[in-house]
């Protein structure tokens, strides 16, 4: 019988984070042996928001994925409207489009790119993982030189080499599903913030097909969620929603993320708790930090490697919505903020490049929502 091949990369997880790992590294190195494990057979439903930010086309773009066959069949977005707790709102046309798609399409789309740029696509649910000094070797007794996880939330491989979870505020909760679009505006995303259990926020984001994808969320402290507790939360700030399909999730946040390069082995994405803060956005982190992990695990030293190139990437970014997460602990910043937005359309620009993209927190935006705070009229 025939030894079985070593890979050079092994990656778990077959979403936006994992198929732009496989990308990254068949770019870096076309000749590569990569290969793609998901316990699921796509297409496949996740749990998510489903919104697209232009920032993460950006990267797959560079990856060699076309956009458009991406978000065909998606309603272009274009505006954004923001509700404060105390009922502040900014609404206005965002500098660039998005894109709603469900992740049953997006997914199974990326899938096909990263299978067509010469990634092997494996089902397997891998439970565990051994790490030697010259290999890695899965449970099912595939071996490679590097394994990068991208499997999650709850991701198997960030628990095999025992990395800490997040602490305490840095985990949120949500629950999502899909009503009519029959209330809201076809191009417009919501986000509806409230003081109740600050930070929380629920949100319709229109797909473009008569659907909207809704939900809410809020950080978890020490008092379990409920997933009735958040079904009626949902409908209490959107009383007008009829949605079907509710799950929920766990959202690791960026606030608590651990180190992202160990030996033989690299997280990115949620596995990595590269989610928003601000906004539990993550698929731009995901396709970031996956195409900087799958060019690193394919050069040398490999954890050092990626570890320093997200840190030049993402690493300011990082650090500024550490900030603006320990500044709006409280709601009357964030309120201040959207106030802030609603006045000026650079303001505004610079939350939701800070929310969706790898923006920052800006002195003009800081200035107005200081005026904002002193003078609230």
């Not at 950080?219 to 958040?230: G, Q, S, V």
């Not at 030293?301 to 602990?329: E, I, K, N, Q, V």
Request: charged share 20%; with cysteine.
């Amino acid at each position: 019988m025939a030894e079985a091949p070593r890979w050079d990369v092994v990656i778990v997880g077959a979403g936006p984070a994992g198929c732009a790992a496989a990308l990254g590294a068949l770019r870096a190195r076309p000749d590569a042996r990569v290969l793609l494990i998901d316990s699921a057979t796509f297409p496949r439903d996740k749990v998510c928001g489903d919104g697209i930010a232009p920032a993460a086309l950006d990267v797959l773009a560079d990856l060699g994925v076309d956009p458009d066959t991406l978000v065909g069949g998606s309603a272009p977005i274009t505006r954004i409207r923001l509700r404060s707790p105390s009922g502040a709102v900014a609404a206005r046309t965002t500098v660039r489009t998005g894109f709603v798609v469900p992740r049953t399409l997006f997914d199974e789309r990326l899938v096909r790119a990263a299978v067509a740029a010469g990634a092997v696509l494996r089902r397997h649910t891998v439970r565990s993982l051994t790490v030697d000094e010259d290999e890695v070797i899965l449970d099912d007794g595939t071996t490679a030189a590097i394994v990068i996880g991208a499997d999650g939330a709850e991701s198997v491989v960030r628990r095999s080499i025992t990395v800490r979870s997040g602490r305490t505020g840095t985990v949120a909760l949500a629950i999502r599903g899909y009503a009519p679009a029959d209330h809201w505006p076809a191009d417009e995303q919501l986000l509806r913030m409230t003081a109740t259990h600050w930070p929380a926020y629920a949100w319709v984001f229109p797909i473009g097909d008569g659907r909207a994808n809704v939900g809410y969320g809020e950080i978890l402290r020490n008092t379990p969620l409920t997933r009735a507790y958040l079904e009626q939360r949902l409908h209490a700030l959107l009383p007008d929603a009829r949605p079907t399909k509710l799950r929920a999730h766990r959202l690791p946040l960026s606030t608590g993320r651990p180190s992202v390069g160990h030996g033989r082995v690299l997280l990115v994405g949620d596995a990595a708790a590269l989610i928003n803060p601000l906004t539990g956005e993550g698929i731009f982190y995901a396709v970031v930090s996956g195409a900087l992990a799958g060019a690193a695990a394919v050069g040398p030293a490999p954890a050092r490697s990626y570890a320093d190139a997200l840190r030049a990437r993402l690493g300011r970014h990082l650090r500024h919505t550490d900030l603006a997460a320990f500044l709006t602990r409280t709601p009357r910043l964030i309120d201040a903020a959207v106030g802030a937005a609603g006045r000026d359309q650079r303001a505004f620009d610079s939350f939701v490049d800070l929310g969706l993209g790898d923006g920052l927190l800006g002195a003009r935006s800081l200035l107005r929502t200081a005026r904002r705070l002193i003078t609230p009229w």
